[in-house]
Antibody, heavy 123, light 112 residues
């Protein structure tokens, strides 16, 4: 059973960099069938896709966040990571990592999610 | 600001049928891109409910069904149950936004 688990600081100061890691267990992040993505949800609000990465390192980012986001993958550790620079209070949210298929009927559908981790931006 | 619009809330009595609309445009739903639906129970991560417009993952009751027509999609819940009270989100791909996966604004389903 594939599982995803987010980890990282729950509190980040304004203007600093938010860094999170998603650890994949029960399967390989190097599967050619899937992308690995980050999604966030501010308190009381909807879902926002941040970006996705393929095991080869190819990335796709939300244009509204692209200038501040970097997603990377470490296949040796079966992990992928998110860095978001110059954070403000507007970046306070629950951050989820999730898997989505590369092709087929389920292409772009996030079928497995981590439990999410709350990140608060505050001094 | 989401490019997929959903009604903020819908409600129904137990046993009734409710539908949730998801309205997009020619660069997402109206193009060749499929629509997926998620259910988010309070305090939990979203769960994939429908993929590829109308397909249910294993374990999802057949009370949930999806459809797509033109630039819109719909999720129907028949035989509404108390446990269906949750937030529901549609999601697709938008070709005008550099490969963006886009979510709908979300709909709160209340079981009366």
């Amino acid at each position: 059973q594939l599982q995803l688990q987010e980890s990282g600081p729950g509190l980040v100061k304004p203007s600093e960099t938010l860094s999170l890691t998603c650890t994949v267990s029960g399967g390989s992040i190097s599967s050619s069938s899937y992308y690995w993505g980050w999604i966030r949800q501010p308190p009381g609000k909807g879902l926002e896709w941040i970006g996705s990465i393929y095991y080869s390192g190819s990335t796709y980012y939300n244009p509204s966040l692209k200038s501040r986001v970097t997603i990377s993958v470490d296949t040796s550790k079966n992990q992928f990571s998110l860095k978001l620079t110059s954070v403000t209070a507007a970046d306070t949210a629950v951050y989820y990592c999730a898997r989505h298929a590369h092709s087929g009927l389920a292409a772009n559908a996030f079928d497995i999610w981590g439990q999410g981790t709350m990140v608060t931006v505050s001094s | 600001q989401s490019v997929l619009t959903q009604p903020p809330s819908v409600s129904g009595a137990p046993g009734q049928r409710v539908t949730i609309s998801c309205t997009g445009s020619s660069s997402n739903i109206g193009a060749v891109y499929d629509v997926h639906w998620y259910q988010q129970l309070p305090g939990t991560a979203p769960k994939l409910l429908i993929y590829g417009n109308s397909n249910r993952p294993s374990g999802v009751p057949d009370r949930f069904s999806g459809s797509k027509s033109g630039t819109s999609a719909s999720l129907a819940i028949t035989g509404l149950q108390a446990e269906d009270e949750a937030d529901y989100y549609c999601q697709s791909y938008d070709s005008s936004l550099s490969g963006s996966r886009v979510f709908g604004t979300g709909t709160k389903v209340t079981v009366l």
